[in-house]
């Protein structure tokens, strides 16, 4: 059970200071009735309307999308279908958002929440999360490349990154793992080292891996799976 003010809160509808004036005007009704305290605690099960209008509670949710190339993270933009467009309904209603971002053309591991605090940890560059990449590129990596990515790439523009764990492929294929978040930093990566990215994937957060999750699926992780996110 929960407070009344504090669900009303967390739903966006209004603060608990608003609350107090709705329940006074008799406006707020639980299952049917008007409720006389905004700080009534209310079962998870009440039907819970204000004005008329049916509440949609909100929960802590904490989700994963492999990301489709050719959406932007970003909750609106006026010129390109974004990552929003392919959250089911009832995740929409729970004011999720992304955690971080991705490059319109890259695909992968995308995290989406409602919590706060976890949103800040995953983007502050204080947390140093994981973050690994599939990578396709053009050209020829200097052969000292690995060694390069591990003492810290110098950048185009003086940038200088910090140690990051590079895995040379065949084909022209390799992985990096970055435990920083600068503008398209991998892609500059490749390029500071002699190549070209023709493809990026995001496969892996923290300990958290994308698995068998298909283009543009979400599905919503467990507590375990939330704490894998900073190993």
Do not use: W
């Amino acid at each position: 059970m929960q407070r009344l003010d504090k669900i009303l809160s967390e739903a966006g509808i209004c603060s608990r200071r608003d609350c107090e004036r709705l329940v006074r005007k008799r406006l707020i009704l639980v299952d049917g009735s008007p409720i006389t305290s905004s700080a009534s605690k209310i079962s998870d099960d009440a039907v819970i309307s204000v004005d008329g209008m049916p509440v949609v509670r909100r929960r802590r949710m904490v989700c994963i999308m492999n990301k489709r190339a050719g959406l932007v993270t970003s909750t609106d933009d006026p010129q390109s279908p974004t990552v929003m467009d392919d959250l089911p309904d009832e995740m929409l209603s729970q004011l999720i958002v992304p955690a971080g971002r991705l490059d319109k053309d890259t695909e992968g591991l995308l995290v989406f929440t409602n919590d706060g605090a976890l949103l800040h940890r995953l983007i502050s560059p204080k947390s140093e999360v994981t973050k690994e990449y599939y990578i396709e590129y053009e050209g020829t990596l200097q052969t000292d490349a690995p060694e390069k990515a591990k003492a810290g790439i110098t950048l185009k523009d003086g940038s200088v990154c910090k140690s990051a764990d590079l895995v040379l492929l065949q084909g022209g294929k390799c992985t990096i793992c970055i435990r920083e978040g600068m503008y398209h930093q991998v892609k500059r990566m490749i390029t500071a080292l002699g190549g070209h990215v023709t493809f990026l994937r995001r496969t892996r957060i923290g300990a958290l891996e994308i698995g068998d999750l298909k283009s543009g699926e979400v599905r919503e992780l467990s507590e375990k799976e939330t704490e894998n996110l900073f190993l």
